[in-house]
């Protein structure tokens, strides 16, 4: 009885074999890439909100420190939406007609609270507080980006775990002096090196990598 | 007492019957079928191979979208995220315990007892601790109704005004006001108000938690109703007359504080010593150095004798068991005076009460140890009396509206006072209540109670100081509070119940309600959560005449005693439908989810029932036993029959509030009515029971047969006299294993290493704990099926041991939350690195990396693990998804989670201590369990400051670790008992 296969598929199917493994990995590693992406992350998307609120117009524009709005960022773990009373602290002034404002007044006038989409969203698991990161020297851009280049909101960052341990284990590489922590125009220095290892000892900044850290 | 006693945990662990042991032992008994599921290896395969390919697509699924709704105008002290505490105050039985509520935006999640509050000093118990839950109940009566149908407030109003109208000319002769026991000064008020308009009206009183026997046992002996209140501190010995003063009594939660502090060994010369006669075995009980188990009756008989051989009146002479107890507890008393004290308990009649008191004024202890005070009660009547009056005013037609405030009295009444079927004679009929319960289904008008979370009111505590009960938020459901429902009945203009309480408190004190000074003095009030110097001062009684007049004796009725108890978890049944109390393993019986006919083995064996555990593999949480009907009088119920060590024979023990057909979903359904049974002749026994076997079987959720001991040293107990001796004897034949012992290299802590230590000597086993764990951690309440499963997921549960013989053994309480082991077994063993050590100390549980291999949970030593079997959590409700602690995860199907130490409670130390620069202070963290214990048995702290209070008290000689032998080196370390053991009584 003849051979079905030819000599040559030996060959093939040896190639074959050899080459399943880097198919396998290339495999992985693209669907490692597509964990990472903005499409899983959602990172750099612009959320649809109820007004076109404009951290660009506001925070580059005007000027306005952040903590104006976010005004429990440095003591508690959420940083705080502003409740409408702020925005119309202004705007019953400052383009007190202006139509795309209707929904703010009309929740000032009815006290039915504007609904914003979160943007920064941590899975429910995850445990964040802001006071202490502010506290230390990490400024809001680090995580947040140049808000004030944002008309519309988007997250800079892919908030992976990941990510966050990368600070936790080399902050030195990130934290800028407390007195700039609220700066949006705040650039790292060309020795970063030099002044995040003197900044981690001078605010005991722990390299917390405990699972309890941030999960609980 | 020898070292090395044996201790045991259930009757059949004492019994070491050899088919038991084979049971226990046996993962796949037997008796159960054979697994027999017709799937082929080929489909498991097949579908395995289909779930784990699906399981990892779970993963890529996106978040959903989430909405941030900001407030329209802030409030100004709120900071977004950070709790804010008020003071609140909760009435049970008339008798209100001062409370700091945390409230999450507006939301109140968890309960502390307030540290300035006389009758709390920071705990809480049980009850306090799970009204958290029955606030966001959704069961709760939600709407008004008359004859079921929604009507609105002004209706409710019209049709009151036109029966007051018509009343008028009539004095009110046909107004009937039904309240609980009324400890509201501005509640007490408005009362007098309507009946002074009223003359002919009429305020009846029923309340089955109120303390009546406690009450008209002071009558007796001293002609008045007056307040006795204990000074535990000054008192060396003490005897209680069936007293659980440490369990369900006003201010127990002051005296178990007080009775501990008497108790530490390191100062052994103090130590109190207390003797208890008793019937069902209680925290009182079990922590007393020598209890005597009576029946009921008996208590009386022996108490009796006690007083006699003090010269208190005349007895007969002790005789058997209670001879050598009644003498050496009358020598003790005696050689003690004044600084000794007697306490005679609610399960016992007025006239155990008046010989209480008579023994305390003969000992010299008034003024001492005890002091009198006016009630805390406003109006104290005699309740049974007040009822039957009532009962008979409506089957006479005499009553032509009757305004129920609170209480359950179609459920509770006595079972030989037609209180129902009179009810249904009277023409207007409102009920104000928290549900639509029995009581509600006689009653045209039902209106929505406010729970005491969303009220303002005021309340006296056991010493009468006053708090002022103010709401944490709006009323979920519009429910209206007992101040408007009685303010409809004035002819003032309509106020809100915080006016009506202000100027109430602005006329006592003589100031304007609005003048600056009232204002600041109220904001005193409210923040600190009581009046200070509000409290009674002490008054002078003198003993009448019938102090020592006994109990009117009945005819013998022979067959068995039966004593009445409310149940340690849901009361006369008013928490019946709250979760977390129901699966509260009940003291003693470790019971969940029902009562049970509670008697002696030897009883049991008499009565030839039996019980068993179900032969299931795994936890035995099933218990099989009998179903027995008992028939009292003409009355009958059934009921399971449960045999427990140290209960008196010939008599049974039923707790009351179980049998609830309108109670709510959780509440129906489980257990049987014994208010069916409790006459107004015999409220706190009766005599003249006779048992009959059904034949039928009961499934009873029992907690106790998890976890058996098999000899090893995890309860450790000595007499003082050995204790002093030799403070380390108590761990003879016990040894650790050197800490070079180990493959592993030692963890370092730079930072904290947190610690805690359980003084087992100061549990009372009042299981406050476990329900302020389950309260600050989110945990689950699984129901009766799962619990028969063994599959209860208390993080925190409470061992109960025994040592001696089963007629009267000695008790001891160990809780048992995670070791927190340094060489944790449950770490080495997880696949996917869910559990791991943090730089504390901590075995960190990461509920994001379980998958729920149950290895880890498999391989600790000490059972504290908890694996969600099945989808616990309720994620749909939202009414329950409003109280919860948004600071811990709640948890999902297929999770393994156990005690954190309460991390979310370090992190916040830890976050604020960083902010500012400094260390966490010893004391500043307090797990839940520790900051609700009334006796300061559980302590917390970091292990590396050598004068931390935990660090203290590792290095006492009491000190020891569970299961030292296999090289865990628990976080947990315990602190031994000590029992003060009269010599001349012995073991």
Same mark, same amino acid.
Request: aromatic share 8%; net charge neutral.
């Given at each position: 009885?003849?051979?079905?296969?030819?000599?040559?598929?030996?060959?093939?199917?040896?190639?074959?074999?050899?080459?399943?493994?880097?198919?396998?990995?290339?495999?992985?590693?693209?669907?490692?890439?597509?964990?990472?992406?903005?499409?899983?992350t959602r990172a750099t998307?612009?959320r649809?909100q109820?007004?076109?609120f404009s951290h660009e117009?506001h925070v580059g524009?005007n000027g306005i420190d952040c903590r104006y709005c976010h005004t429990s960022v440095e003591d508690s773990r959420f940083a705080g939406i502003p409740p409408t009373k702020t925005c119309m602290n202004c705007?019953?002034?400052?383009?007190?007609?202006?139509?795309?404002?209707?929904?703010?007044?009309?929740?000032?006038?009815?006290?039915?609270p504007l609904e914003w989409t979160r943007v920064h969203d941590l899975p429910n698991f995850v445990y964040f507080d802001h006071s202490i990161h502010v506290n230390k020297g990490v400024g809001c851009t680090t995580c947040h980006g140049q808000v004030d280049r944002m008309?519309l909101m988007y997250q800079e960052q892919s908030l992976q775990m990941e990510w966050c341990i990368n600070c936790h284990r080399n902050p030195e590489q990130y934290v800028r002096p407390k007195e700039a922590v609220f700066r949006v125009d705040y650039q790292p220095p060309?020795?970063q090196a030099?002044l995040g290892a003197r900044l981690v000892a001078e605010y005991q900044i722990q390299k917390l990598t405990s699972c309890s850290t941030c999960h609980r | 007492?020898?070292?090395?006693?044996?201790?045991?945990?259930?009757?059949?662990?004492?019994?070491?019957?050899?088919?038991?042991?084979?049971?226990?032992?046996?993962?796949?008994?037997?008796?159960?079928?054979?697994?027999?599921?017709?799937?082929?290896?080929?489909?498991?395969?097949?579908?395995?191979?289909?779930?784990?390919?699906?399981?990892?697509?779970?993963?890529?699924?996106?978040q959903?979208e989430e909405k941030i709704v900001p407030y329209v105008r802030q409030p100004e002290e709120l900071v977004l995220g950070k709790p804010l505490f008020f003071a609140?105050?909760?009435?049970?039985?008339?008798?209100?315990?001062?409370?700091l509520v945390e409230s999450h935006e507006g939301r109140p999640t968890k309960i502390e007892?307030?540290p300035?509050?006389?009758?709390?000093?920071?705990?809480?118990?049980?009850?306090?601790?799970?009204?958290a839950?029955?606030?966001?109940?959704?069961?709760?009566?939600?709407?008004?109704?008359?004859?079921?149908?929604?009507?609105?407030?002004?209706?409710?109003?019209?049709?009151?005004?036109?029966?007051?109208?018509?009343?008028?000319?009539?004095?009110?002769?046909?107004?009937?006001?039904?309240?609980?026991?009324?400890?509201?000064?501005?509640?007490?008020?408005?009362?007098?108000?309507?009946?002074?308009?009223?003359?002919?009206?009429?305020?009846?009183?029923?309340?089955?938690?109120?303390?009546?026997?406690?009450?008209?046992?002071?009558?007796?002996?001293?002609?008045?109703?007056?307040?006795?209140?204990?000074?535990?501190?000054?008192?060396?010995?003490?005897?209680?007359?069936?007293?659980?003063?440490?369990?369900?009594?006003?201010?127990?939660?002051?005296?178990?504080?007080?009775?501990?502090?008497?108790?530490?060994?390191?100062?052994?010369?103090?130590?109190?010593?207390?003797?208890?006669?008793?019937?069902?075995?209680?925290?009182?009980? !079990? $922590?007393?150095?020598? @209890?005597?188990? =009576?029946?009921?009756? &008996?208590? +009386?008989?022996? /108490?009796?004798?006690?007083?006699?051989?003090?010269?208190?009146?005349?007895?007969?002479?002790?005789?058997?068991?209670?001879?050598?107890?009644?003498?050496?507890?009358?020598?003790?008393?005696?050689?003690?005076?004044?600084?000794?004290?007697?306490?005679?308990?609610?399960?016992?009649?007025?006239?155990?009460?008046?010989?209480?008191?008579?023994?305390?004024?003969?000992?010299?202890?008034?003024?001492?140890?005890?002091?009198?005070?006016?009630?805390?009660?406003?109006?104290?009547?005699?309740?049974?009396?007040?009822?039957?009056?009532?009962?008979?005013?409506?089957?006479?037609?005499?009553?032509?509206?009757?305004?129920?405030?609170?209480?359950?009295?179609?459920?509770?009444?006595?079972?030989?006072?037609?209180?129902?079927?009179?009810? !249904? $004679?009277?023409?207007? @009929?409102?009920? =104000?209540?928290?549900? &639509?319960? +029995?009581?509600? /289904?006689?009653?045209?008008?039902?209106?929505?109670?406010?729970?005491?979370?969303?009220?303002?009111?005021?309340?006296?505590?056991?010493?009468?100081?006053?708090?002022?009960?103010?709401?944490l938020i709006?009323?979920?459901?519009?429910?209206?509070?007992?101040?408007?429902?009685?303010?409809?009945?004035?002819?003032?203009?309509?106020?809100?119940?915080?006016?009506?309480?202000?100027?109430?408190?602005?006329?006592?004190?003589?100031?304007?309600?609005?003048?600056?000074?009232?204002?600041?003095?109220?904001?005193?009030?409210?923040h600190?959560?009581?009046?200070?110097?509000?409290?009674?001062?002490?008054?002078?009684?003198?003993?009448?005449?019938?102090?020592?007049?006994?109990?009117?004796?009945?005819?013998?009725?022979?067959?068995?005693?039966?004593?009445?108890?409310?149940?340690?978890?849901?009361?006369?049944?008013?928490?019946?439908?709250?979760?977390?109390?129901?699966?509260?393993?009940?003291?003693?019986?470790?019971?969940?989810?029902?009562?049970?006919?509670?008697?002696?083995?030897?009883?049991?064996?008499?009565?030839?029932?039996?019980?068993?555990?179900?032969?299931?593999?795994?936890?035995?949480?099933?218990?099989?036993?009998?179903?027995?009907?008992?028939?009292?009088?003409?009355?009958?119920?059934?009921?399971?029959?449960?045999?427990?060590?140290?209960?008196?024979?010939?008599?049974?023990?039923?707790?009351?509030?179980?049998?609830?057909?309108?109670?709510?979903?959780?509440?129906?359904?489980?257990?049987?009515?014994?208010?069916?049974?409790?006459?107004?002749?015999?409220?706190?026994?009766?005599?003249?029971?006779?048992?009959?076997?059904?034949?039928?079987?009961?499934?009873?959720?029992?907690?106790?047969?998890?976890?058996?001991?098999?000899?090893?040293?995890?309860?450790?107990?000595?007499?003082?006299?050995?204790?002093?001796?030799?403070?380390?004897?108590?761990?003879?034949?016990?040894?650790?294993?050197?800490?070079?012992?180990?493959?592993?290299?030692?963890?370092?802590y730079d930072g904290y290493k947190w610690?805690?230590?359980?003084?087992?000597?100061?549990?009372?086993?009042?299981?406050?704990?476990?329900?302020g764990?389950?309260a600050e951690n989110n945990?689950?309440?699984?129901?009766?099926?799962?619990?028969?499963?063994?599959?209860?997921?208390?993080?925190?549960?409470?061992?109960?041991?025994?040592?001696?013989?089963?007629?009267?053994?000695?008790?001891?309480?160990?809780?048992?939350?995670?070791?927190?082991?340094?060489?944790?077994?449950?770490?080495?063993?997880?696949?996917?690195?869910?559990?791991v050590?943090s730089h504390e100390g901590l075995?960190d549980m990461v509920y994001n990396r379980?998958?729920?291999?149950?290895?880890?949970?498999?391989?600790?030593?000490?059972?504290?693990?908890?694996?969600?079997?099945?989808?616990?959590?309720?994620?749909?409700?939202?009414?329950?998804m409003l109280g919860r602690n948004p600071d811990v995860t709640v948890r999902?199907?297929?999770?393994?989670?156990?005690c954190t130490y309460c991390v979310q409670r370090i992190n916040r130390a830890k976050i604020d201590s960083e902010k500012q620069s400094r260390r966490i202070e010893d004391g500043e963290i307090k797990t839940a369990?520790q900051q609700?214990?009334?006796?300061?048995?559980?302590?917390f702290g970091d292990?590396n400051d050598?004068?931390s209070?935990?660090?203290?008290?590792?290095?006492?000689?009491?000190?020891?670790?569970?299961?030292?032998?296999?090289?865990?080196?628990?976080?947990?370390?315990?602190?031994?008992?000590?029992?003060?053991?009269?010599?001349?009584?012995?073991?």
């Amino acid at each position: 009885m003849s051979q079905i296969f030819h000599r040559s598929t030996n060959s093939i199917a040896r190639v074959s074999i050899f080459g399943t493994i880097f198919i396998v990995a290339g495999l992985l590693v693209i669907l490692l890439y597509i964990n990472r992406s903005p499409w899983i992350t959602r990172a750099t998307a612009p959320r649809e909100q109820p007004i076109q609120f404009s951290h660009e117009r506001h925070v580059g524009g005007n000027g306005i420190d952040c903590r104006y709005c976010h005004t429990s960022v440095e003591d508690s773990r959420f940083a705080g939406i502003p409740p409408t009373k702020t925005c119309m602290n202004c705007h019953s002034q400052i383009f007190a007609d202006a139509p795309f404002l209707e929904p703010v007044r009309a929740s000032f006038a009815t006290g039915k609270p504007l609904e914003w989409t979160r943007v920064h969203d941590l899975p429910n698991f995850v445990y964040f507080d802001h006071s202490i990161h502010v506290n230390k020297g990490v400024g809001c851009t680090t995580c947040h980006g140049q808000v004030d280049r944002m008309p519309l909101m988007y997250q800079e960052q892919s908030l992976q775990m990941e990510w966050c341990i990368n600070c936790h284990r080399n902050p030195e590489q990130y934290v800028r002096p407390k007195e700039a922590v609220f700066r949006v125009d705040y650039q790292p220095p060309s020795n970063q090196a030099e002044l995040g290892a003197r900044l981690v000892a001078e605010y005991q900044i722990q390299k917390l990598t405990s699972c309890s850290t941030c999960h609980r | 007492m020898t070292t090395g006693k044996a201790f045991w945990r259930t009757l059949d662990e004492l019994a070491d019957d050899p088919s038991f042991r084979e049971r226990l032992y046996n993962e796949f008994p037997s008796e159960v079928e054979a697994i027999s599921d017709p799937t082929t290896r080929r489909t498991f395969l097949k579908l395995m191979g289909a779930s784990l390919a699906l399981a990892g697509v779970t993963a890529c699924t996106r978040q959903p979208e989430e909405k941030i709704v900001p407030y329209v105008r802030q409030p100004e002290e709120l900071v977004l995220g950070k709790p804010l505490f008020f003071a609140t105050a909760m009435s049970l039985g008339g008798v209100a315990t001062g409370l700091l509520v945390e409230s999450h935006e507006g939301r109140p999640t968890k309960i502390e007892g307030n540290p300035l509050h006389p009758g709390s000093l920071g705990a809480a118990d049980v009850f306090n601790q799970s009204a958290a839950l029955s606030l966001y109940d959704p069961d709760r009566a939600k709407t008004i109704t008359n004859l079921g149908e929604i009507r609105p407030w002004a209706e409710f109003l019209a049709m009151m005004r036109a029966t007051l109208i018509s009343q008028k000319p009539l004095q009110g002769v046909g107004i009937r006001i039904l309240t609980e026991a009324v400890n509201s000064p501005t509640l007490a008020a408005q009362i007098q108000d309507v009946l002074s308009r009223f003359p002919s009206a009429k305020w009846h009183q029923w309340d089955p938690t109120s303390r009546q026997h406690t009450m008209l046992g002071a009558r007796q002996a001293f002609g008045e109703f007056v307040e006795a209140q204990y000074k535990f501190e000054n008192a060396d010995v003490i005897l209680s007359l069936d007293g659980d003063f440490l369990g369900l009594a006003a201010g127990a939660l002051r005296y178990a504080r007080e009775f501990a502090e008497r108790r530490r060994p390191d100062d052994a010369a103090h130590m109190n010593r207390l003797y208890a006669l008793e019937t069902m075995p209680s925290f009182t009980g !079990a $922590k007393a150095d020598h @209890r005597l188990p =009576l029946k009921p009756s &008996e208590i +009386e008989v022996v /108490a009796r004798q006690i007083a006699a051989a003090l010269g208190v009146g005349s007895a007969s002479a002790p005789s058997g068991d209670a001879q050598k107890f009644v003498a050496a507890a009358a020598k003790d008393l005696g050689e003690h005076r004044g600084r000794s004290l007697v306490v005679a308990g609610e399960s016992q009649p007025p006239a155990v009460h008046a010989l209480a008191h008579a023994m305390n004024q003969a000992l010299g202890n008034v003024g001492a140890t005890v002091i009198y005070t006016e009630p805390v009660e406003i109006a104290p009547v005699d309740q049974v009396a007040s009822i039957r009056e009532l009962t008979a005013d409506m089957d006479a037609g005499r009553v032509d509206l009757l305004v129920i405030i609170g209480g359950n009295p179609v459920f509770t009444a006595p079972a030989d006072v037609p209180f129902a079927q009179a009810l !249904a $004679k009277v023409q207007n @009929r409102v009920r =104000l209540g928290l549900y &639509e319960d +029995e009581t509600s /289904a006689f009653c045209q008008w039902q209106i929505p109670q406010v729970h005491f979370l969303e009220e303002w009111s005021d309340a006296r505590a056991f010493d009468g100081t006053v708090s002022i009960v103010q709401p944490l938020i709006a009323p979920l459901y519009g429910g209206r509070s007992a101040h408007e429902v009685l303010a409809a009945m004035s002819d003032r203009q309509e106020q809100t119940p915080h006016d009506l309480v202000r100027e109430h408190w602005a006329a006592k004190e003589k100031q304007a309600a609005t003048s600056p000074d009232f204002e600041a003095r109220w904001r005193r009030w409210l923040h600190d959560g009581l009046m200070a110097d509000s409290a009674f001062t002490p008054r002078t009684v003198s003993l009448a005449a019938t102090a020592t007049a006994a109990s009117p004796v009945e005819a013998a009725a022979g067959g068995y005693e039966i004593s009445y108890r409310l149940d340690p978890s849901i009361l006369d049944g008013r928490f019946a439908n709250n979760g977390w109390l129901q699966e509260t393993p009940k003291p003693i019986t470790k019971l969940t989810w029902d009562n049970a006919v509670i008697l002696s083995p030897a009883t049991a064996e008499k009565l030839r029932v039996d019980q068993r555990p179900a032969m299931r593999g795994g936890e035995h949480g099933e218990i099989l036993t009998r179903l027995i009907e008992l028939k009292l009088g003409n009355r009958t119920v059934r009921g399971p029959v449960f045999a427990i060590p140290g209960h008196p024979d010939d008599c049974v023990t039923v707790h009351l509030g179980y049998g609830r057909q309108r109670g709510g979903h959780i509440a129906d359904g489980a257990g049987f009515n014994a208010f069916a049974l409790r006459a107004s002749n015999g409220m706190a026994y009766g005599r003249g029971l006779q048992m009959t076997e059904t034949g039928e079987g009961y499934s009873l959720a029992c907690t106790q047969y998890h976890h058996l001991l098999e000899g090893r040293g995890i309860v450790r107990a000595i007499s003082r006299d050995e204790f002093v001796r030799d403070p380390k004897a108590m761990h003879e034949g016990f040894e650790a294993p050197p800490r070079t012992l180990t493959l592993y290299p030692e963890y370092k802590y730079d930072g904290y290493k947190w610690g805690m230590a359980i003084d087992v000597n100061a549990c009372t086993g009042c299981n406050a704990c476990i329900v302020g764990c389950v309260a600050e951690n989110n945990i689950a309440v699984i129901g009766k099926d799962q619990v028969l499963r063994g599959r209860e997921m208390h993080w925190l549960r409470l061992d109960t041991y025994f040592a001696g013989h089963e007629t009267n053994p000695e008790t001891y309480f160990q809780p048992m939350p995670c070791m927190q082991c340094e060489n944790a077994p449950c770490e080495v063993v997880c696949p996917v690195g869910a559990t791991v050590h943090s730089h504390e100390g901590l075995n960190d549980m990461v509920y994001n990396r379980c998958v729920g291999t149950r290895y880890c949970s498999n391989n600790c030593p000490y059972k504290v693990r908890r694996f969600n079997y099945l989808l616990y959590q309720d994620f749909t409700t939202p009414s329950t998804m409003l109280g919860r602690n948004p600071d811990v995860t709640v948890r999902s199907r297929g999770v393994m989670e156990k005690c954190t130490y309460c991390v979310q409670r370090i992190n916040r130390a830890k976050i604020d201590s960083e902010k500012q620069s400094r260390r966490i202070e010893d004391g500043e963290i307090k797990t839940a369990c520790q900051q609700t214990c009334p006796t300061d048995a559980i302590i917390f702290g970091d292990l590396n400051d050598p004068n931390s209070r935990v660090a203290r008290l590792q290095k006492e000689e009491r000190n020891y670790a569970v299961l030292a032998e296999l090289n865990t080196r628990p976080r947990t370390t315990y602190l031994g008992v000590v029992r003060n053991v009269n010599p001349e009584l012995g073991e």
